[in-house]
């Protein structure tokens, strides 16, 4: 199985300042196809898993720019530009390249 | 609007079974693969299948951790998937979402399945 990594798995944030999270897979994600299937989720308290992030760089419909993704083979970052308040939640990657799909253990942003 | 919506969640004993639903709207069910996950509680998130459309002939992928005593199913009629969750363990314990094929745009609210005695 792919094993997904992520530091820090806690994230204390000011207001406005820029938050990175980085993700580390075992394996390659790059998938036969040619694309690596990487995806960045934000879950609320009490709330299911958002879609960010799919493969690496693309932003979901409806998500802030401030939300980025980059990386590429075996290491991946998401990034927030200027954290606001609502971004507080816990972040996982994910990938879906090779079965099983596997996550990270999340990583919990809050503000300082 | 996409939704999806899980029911069926509830207390069992270890050993017994449940089957939960995943009603869907807004999307094309027929034409989408049907994936479910879980999160016990305050964990992570697992991956524990999902169920092809009716091009590739509905067939499935599971987790090992499930793999023999869950089924997924599908009603294309009815925009239904379905969870037969068979033997159950206390372990099996979670919260647990439908999302449509993967990167996995649009997920429930989630149904919560307490496996206790």
């Known amino acids: 199985d792919i094993v997904m990594t992520q530091t820090p798995l806690s994230s204390p944030v000011t207001l406005g300042q820029p938050a990175s999270i980085s993700c580390r897979s075992s394996?390659?994600?790059?998938?036969?196809?040619?694309?690596?299937?990487l995806s960045w989720f934000q879950q609320r308290p009490g709330q299911p898993p958002r879609l960010l992030i799919y493969?690496?760089?693309t932003r979901f419909s409806g998500v802030p720019d401030r939300f980025s993704g980059s990386g590429a083979g075996t290491d991946f970052t998401l990034k927030i530009s200027r954290v606001e308040a609502e971004d507080v939640g816990v972040y996982y990657c994910?990938?879906?390249?090779?079965?099983?799909?596997?996550f990270g253990p999340g990583t919990k942003l809050e503000i300082k | 609007e996409v939704q999806l919506v899980e029911s069926g969640g509830g207390l069992v004993q270890p050993g017994r079974s449940l089957r939960l639903s995943c009603t869907t709207s807004?999307?094309?069910?027929?034409?989408?693969?049907m994936s479910w996950f879980r999160q016990a509680p305050g964990k992570g998130l697992e991956w524990i299948g999902f169920?092809?459309?009716?091009?590739?002939?509905?067939?499935?992928e599971y987790a090992a951790s499930v793999k023999g005593r869950f089924t997924m199913s599908r009603d294309n009629s009815k925009g239904i998937a379905y969870l037969e969750m068979n033997s159950l363990k206390i372990e099996d314990t979670a919260v647990y979402y439908c999302?449509?094929?993967?990167?996995?745009?649009?997920w429930g609210q989630g149904t919560l399945v307490t496996v206790s005695s």
């Open positions: 999302s449509d094929v993967s990167p996995w745009r649009y």
């Open positions: 807004g999307f094309t069910f027929g034409d989408s693969a």
């Open positions: 169920i092809r459309n009716q091009v590739y002939g509905g067939t499935t």
């Open positions: 394996q390659s994600l790059v998938h036969s196809d040619g694309n690596t299937y």
């Open positions: 493969k690496i760089s």
């Open positions: 994910a990938q879906a390249t090779q079965f099983p799909y596997t």
